[in-house]
């Protein structure tokens, strides 16, 4: 079975070729049968490539390479192999705790399209600000972190729910009261402004 891209491509070429032709023999919709043709040539099948297209767009942002093909996150990734077990998404992402072609997406899934609809504007703002203004670094969240975030794949853990640290702040980190990320917890993250002092590993 051919993979939905090459049926995505498939689907353009033959609507551009109906579309093309319906053009260039407008006699053909003379018909019932042609009008009906046209219909679906015309308002249908756009509508159905580009959901296809849209779909594929989403699978595709999901990836890591993705995340990081904006010249601004190239620290974010360069702090992925951090050779430090202090520092969050390095740790995650050398111990394949999270899929590594997902990094981003897996602790990061409220952000612009995967949001709600002042994420999804904000994923707007994004792309024009990449491509017609200047984004000037440090970047920051437009929300505090959230929990539910780490809770996604951490709770319901054992090492997690009976961790002796955790048990007595469990109802506090839950309701997202007490930050993961808060001082004296898990709060080395990307750290891209001290990556000139960082050692860093080197996958074999």
Request: contains cysteine; aromatic residues 8%; glycine residues 6%.
């Amino acid at each position: 079975m051919p993979s939905p891209v090459i049926l995505l491509y498939v689907l353009i070429g033959v609507t551009i070729v109906l579309v093309a032709t319906i053009a260039l023999r407008p006699s053909l919709t003379a018909t019932r049968g042609g009008k009906q043709l046209a219909f679906v040539v015309l308002f249908l099948m756009p509508v159905v490539v580009a959901s296809m297209g849209a779909e594929q767009h989403l699978e595709r942002s999901k990836q890591t390479e993705f995340c990081l093909s904006c010249h601004i996150m190239a620290p974010y990734g360069k702090s992925l192999y951090i050779d430090d077990a202090m520092y969050v998404p390095a740790a995650h992402f050398q111990n394949a705790r999270i899929p590594r072609d997902e990094a981003c997406y897996t602790c990061h899934t409220d952000y612009v399209m995967y949001g709600g609809i002042r994420a999804k504007i904000r994923g707007l703002r994004h792309v024009y600000m990449q491509y017609l203004a200047h984004v000037t670094p440090p970047l920051h969240l437009y929300n505090p972190y959230n929990n539910r975030e780490c809770l996604h794949c951490h709770e319901g853990a054992r090492s997690f729910e009976e961790g002796a640290v955790h048990v007595p702040l469990m109802a506090t980190i839950k309701s997202n009261e007490l930050s993961c990320l808060s001082s004296g917890c898990h709060e080395n993250v990307h750290a891209v402004a001290h990556l000139s002092q960082m050692k860093f590993w080197e996958p074999k």
